[in-house]
């Protein structure tokens, strides 16, 4: 089959390959009990798409607490690493994708606002690590989503120009980082994401078996 390595996908983490946001607000709710403190649902809304980093700084400054961010992103990921390994499920139709892209050699890349160590136990506990040429973070950018530096990161570590990368995301952080580096962005919303406003994306999806690859690749359009 001819190959479309003129074309990439980058696909977000948290809520778009695993439907994991339920998983990280679990996980920063537990690091707080820690402190006799509470992380509402409501709280977390705000952070959707950032990085563990930023919520962090966030919580020490408003609960005053005695660690600093990149203690509580340690304890955290600790945390979330047992959630996900008891939890991993891919969401609809990312495996198709994914072995559809294989199959049209089509290269894939990962860019997430989570650190490389949650991006690596994840994939890896949803088995889809080989499907990746590279693994970017919002820690390895000086600047994270809504930010458009981790997906330039991917891109330019795909060797694909920007335009050329078709972005799969669920948060208007992402939507906004993606169309901020000038790549075609799918929205796709899980459950924790389905009220933020997606109409800056290129399309929206309720799924991802609503995808259509071939499309996009002979006509730069997801359907």
């Known amino acids: 089959m001819e190959s479309s390595t003129n074309k990439a996908i980058i696909f977000d983490m948290d ?5 994991s946001e339920p998983l990280h607000l679990l ?3 537990d690091l707080l009990k820690q402190f006799e403190q509470v992380w509402t649902a409501q709280d977390n809304r705000e952070f959707l ?3 563990d980093l930023d919520v962090c700084k966030a919580m020490v400054s408003k609960f005053n607490l005695s660690l600093t961010a990149r203690q509580l992103v340690e304890l955290k990921e600790h945390i979330l690493q047992e959630l996900v390994a008891k939890n991993a499920q891919p969401r609809p139709g990312v495996l198709e994708i994914l072995k559809s892209a294989k199959e049209l050699k089509v290269p894939m890349a990962v860019a997430s606002s989570a650190t490389l160590a949650t991006i690596a136990f994840t994939i890896d506990a949803l088995g889809i690590r080989s499907y990746f040429s590279t693994l970017s973070s919002g820690e390895e950018v000086s600047s994270g989503k809504p930010d458009p530096a981790v997906f330039l990161l991917a891109a330019k570590r795909l060797k694909v120009p920007a335009e050329n ?3 799969i995301e669920d948060t208007l952080n992402g939507i906004k980082a993606a169309k901020a580096a000038g790549m075609y962005c799918v929205a796709v919303p899980c459950e924790a994401t389905s009220h933020e406003d997606h109409s800056l994306a290129d399309c929206r999806l309720e799924s991802l078996t609503e995808l ?5 690749l002979k006509s730069g359009v997801c359907r």
């Open 212 to 216: 259509d690859l071939q499309n996009w």
């Open 165 to 167: 990368c078709l972005v």
């Open 15 to 19: 809520g778009t390959l695993i439907d």
């Open 49 to 51: 798409g950032r990085t």
């Open 27 to 29: 996980a920063y709710q």
